[in-house]
């Protein structure tokens, strides 16, 4: 298992801003991915973080969007750009060792709120 | 990466055995099923994952028949505190596979 961090928690931002959501692991993870969840939905897969080269992004989700570094096997930050109300969300950091591989840990998330 | 389909909402009650199925009728040879349960403002957590016949930990059982176009999660004695949502994902992460989430089942549980 692990402990998976997130922050912030929550925030309410403005309407062109940015934020990045940092995502902290207690152990050196094989896998680390970014979901979004927005209200009553199930979860959205942003992308997978490769450490150390670009993250993998899925269809609908650009990096100009949605930049994300993970410089390491622990870390790994999500920066959403340009923000407006459609962005409010929760986005959720989850990693998977490769010892346990198909198991999922999740952070608790960060709730997102656009104005 | 294939598809699975549950039913959308599912009530019962305290002290019963609850059993939610999912249907996958393309999974892949190398395929997983797994389960996932998430509560209000939490993310995901892990159940079980089985590759056939009957699976069983702590929390749940897991039955999946021979033709492995479905799987039953099984809940016994479930309590007001197994309200969720409950996400069942099939697919192989050790070849690469993303875990995607279908739209899930949310149980509600009555006193």
């Known amino acids: 298992s692990a402990v998976i961090s997130q922050k912030p928690s929550r925030d309410i931002c403005q309407r062109g801003t940015s934020l990045t959501i940092q995502c902290q692991v207690d152990s050196q993870v094989t896998m680390m991915f970014w979901y979004r969840q927005q209200p009553g939905q199930s979860l959205t897969l942003i992308a997978t973080a490769n450490q150390g080269s670009e993250a993998t992004y899925e269809s609908g989700f650009v990096i100009d969007k949605f930049p994300i570094s993970r410089p390491n096997l622990t870390f790994s930050t999500l920066t959403v750009s340009n923000m407006s109300p459609e962005d409010s969300s929760i986005y959720l950091c989850?990693?998977?060792?490769?010892?346990?591989?198909?198991?999922?840990?999740f952070g608790e998330g960060s709730r997102l709120t656009v104005l | 990466l294939a598809k699975t389909t549950q039913p959308i909402s599912m009530d019962s009650y305290e002290g019963q055995e609850v059993n939610i199925t999912c249907s996958h009728n393309?999974?892949?040879?190398?395929?997983?099923i797994t389960w996932y349960q998430q509560f209000p403002s939490q993310g995901p957590r892990f159940i079980i994952q089985g590759y056939k016949t009957k699976v069983t930990n702590e929390v749940a059982s897991l039955f999946i028949p021979a033709d492995r176009k479905s799987s039953t999660l099984s809940l016994p004695r479930v309590s007001l505190s197994d309200t969720a949502v409950y996400y069942c994902?099939?697919?192989?992460?050790?070849?690469?596979?993303?875990?995607?989430f279908g739209k899930g089942t949310r149980l509600h549980i009555l006193p």
């Open positions: 989850s990693v998977e060792f490769l010892a346990e591989a198909g198991e999922l840990f």
């Open positions: 994902l099939v697919g192989d992460t050790r070849r690469d596979d993303k875990i995607i």
């Open positions: 393309n999974i892949a040879t190398n395929d997983y």
